[in-house]
């Protein structure tokens, strides 16, 4: 839909009331349940396990997302181990000191019997945020892009660091948030010191998305100046629908 009036990011004023204090991301990368059971995972972890992490008083915002066959079709790289990837789960925190908290309280939940199932783990990162951009046609700005309903998002993880705010020109795309990596919990998954994660928030359908997206993808790489490692659209998930982007 057209979204009238003068954007946030250019009123001053609007600015200066507050900005968000989101600054360290922890993202955890996961696989298909082997038993098929994603859809139980996805139920058990968006009605039990997610709310509960809301007790921190440094948790500004979580988000989780999922891939489907044609989200994998549609990915512009796909590297080992990042090719695994079909689960995302996003907590952003005001700083890293809500971590032991974090941990503390899983420990607790787990003590407790309230963490039944797990999915495989690719692996999880930390990172500090970076820089923000909406596109101008979003009306809200950078600062609350990610408390903006979406349909979903493009993650893309490089090696190297530069600016993703180019990525805002790409239809559907309303906003970005990209992170420097400061922990990887797997030798594998890279140099922590030279590893950005960029995630496009969508108002346009993910796979739609990521067709505009190889070009720009490929455009962006070809300079060297970082290297795709890993690419693609995933679908937010639908609350009590938990089946309805999974195979």
């Given at each position: 839909m057209h979204l009238e009036g003068t954007p946030s990011d250019d009123l001053p004023i609007v600015l200066g009331t507050g900005q968000e204090t989101g600054q360290f991301v922890y993202i955890s990368l996961s696989m298909r349940e082997p038993a098929g059971r994603d859809a139980e995972y996805i139920a058990w972890h968006s009605l039990d396990?997610?709310?509960?992490?809301?007790?921190l008083p440094q948790l500004r915002q979580s988000l989780r997302v999922v891939a489907t066959p044609a989200c994998r079709q549609a990915r512009a790289?796909?590297?080992?181990?990042?090719?695994?990837?079909d689960h995302i789960m996003?907590?952003?925190f005001s700083a890293e000191d809500g971590m032991p908290g974090f941990y503390e309280l899983g420990h607790e939940l787990d003590n407790a019997g309230r963490m039944p199932l797990r999915l495989p783990l690719v692996g999880f990162v930390t990172g500090d945020l970076a820089g923000k951009?909406?596109?101008?046609?979003?009306?809200?700005?950078?600062?609350?892009?990610?408390?903006?309903?979406?349909l979903g998002i493009y993650l893309i993880i490089e090696q190297g660091?530069?600016?993703?705010?180019?990525?805002?020109?790409?239809?559907?795309?309303?906003?970005?948030?990209?992170?420097?990596?400061?922990?990887?919990?797997?030798?594998?998954l890279g140099?922590?010191?030279?590893?950005?994660?960029?995630?496009?928030?969508?108002?346009?359908?993910?796979v739609e998305v990521a067709g505009h997206m190889t070009q720009v993808?490929?455009?962006?790489?070809?300079?060297?100046a970082v290297k795709g490692l890993f690419a693609s659209p995933f679908y937010t998930i639908v609350p009590f629908a938990?089946?309805?982007h999974l195979p």
């Open positions: 396990h997610r709310p509960e992490q809301h007790r790289a796909n590297a080992v181990p990042f090719d695994g990837i996003t907590y952003l951009v909406a596109a101008p046609r979003a009306v809200a700005g950078a600062d609350v892009i990610p408390w903006r309903p979406s660091r530069s600016s993703a705010a180019d990525l805002v020109q790409v239809p559907g795309v309303a906003g970005v948030w990209w992170y420097h990596l400061n922990a990887v919990s797997r030798d594998d140099e922590v010191g030279d590893l950005q994660v960029t995630y496009c928030y969508l108002d346009a359908d993910p993808m490929q455009d962006r790489w070809q300079s060297g938990w089946d309805h």
